[in-house]
């Protein structure tokens, strides 16, 4: 599937309507979501007969484009049902075998389930300090391959720092610099549009 259908297809996908400000909910817009995919799919190989976790699913936009790029199995998590349902919906609508499961990704224990790439667009910890990095922590445990996540460039070398000193990655990496759109959401936001500076990091864990 090329680049330019893949987005498409993403862009008609519903999004927040009712978005909690408390779990940091902001949509990840279909040109994020899809070269995010694509360069995990046609650079490193991650996506296509793999299983594949989206940890704080949302509506469901990364875990769509894995399995649009022909993942074996895809697994939304996410703690808001709200969300779960609306990315349920989204699946339907593309006719896509995603399965979803409600939980707070912190308490996450798979047994015998096996993963092996996590994609995610987590909290930046805006609201709550160092949530993107319980995420991380979480996805450097449960995936077998690898783990892509957006965090903010701001963070970056201390994101580089933890992942490598303290949750045992055997490497990270920015992929690209890109620009996270945030739409007028919550009553605290001035401005109709602005964006953010995000890193899309590729992680990779140790193999015992």
């Known amino acids: 599937m090329k680049l330019k259908q893949l987005e498409s297809l993403l862009g008609d996908l519903q999004q927040f309507t009712n978005p909690k400000v408390e779990l940091e909910q902001y949509p990840t817009g279909p040109h994020i979501a899809s070269r995010m995919l ?27 484009a894995a399995a649009l790029l ?12 709200e969300s779960l349902e609306l990315a349920s919906l989204n699946a339907d609508e593309l006719e896509l075998d995603m399965s979803f499961v409600q ?16 994609i995610m667009n987590p909290p930046f910890g805006t609201r709550k ?24 460039s701001s963070t970056r070398e201390h994101v580089k720092r933890t992942a490598l000193r303290e949750f045992n990655a055997s490497s990270a990496e920015v ?6 759109d945030i739409p007028q959401l919550y009553k605290f936001h001035k401005k109709r549009e602005m964006d953010v500076a995000v890193d899309l990091w590729r992680f990779v864990p140790k193999r015992n």
């Open 103 to 118: 939980c707070d990704i912190k308490h996450l224990a798979l047994r015998g389930q096996i993963v092996d790439t996590v």
């Open 175 to 180: 992929l690209c610099e890109l620009r996270f």
């Open 38 to 64: 694509y360069m995990a799919e046609n650079s490193f190989g991650d996506i296509s007969s793999k299983v594949v976790a989206d940890f704080g699913c949302g509506c469901g936009s990364l875990g769509a």
């Open 70 to 81: 022909g993942a074996e199995q895809v697994i939304g998590f996410d703690i808001d049902s």
């Open 129 to 152: 300090k160092g949530a993107d990095m319980e995420f991380l922590f979480v996805a450097l445990k449960v995936a077998s391959g690898a783990v892509y996540s957006l965090h903010k």
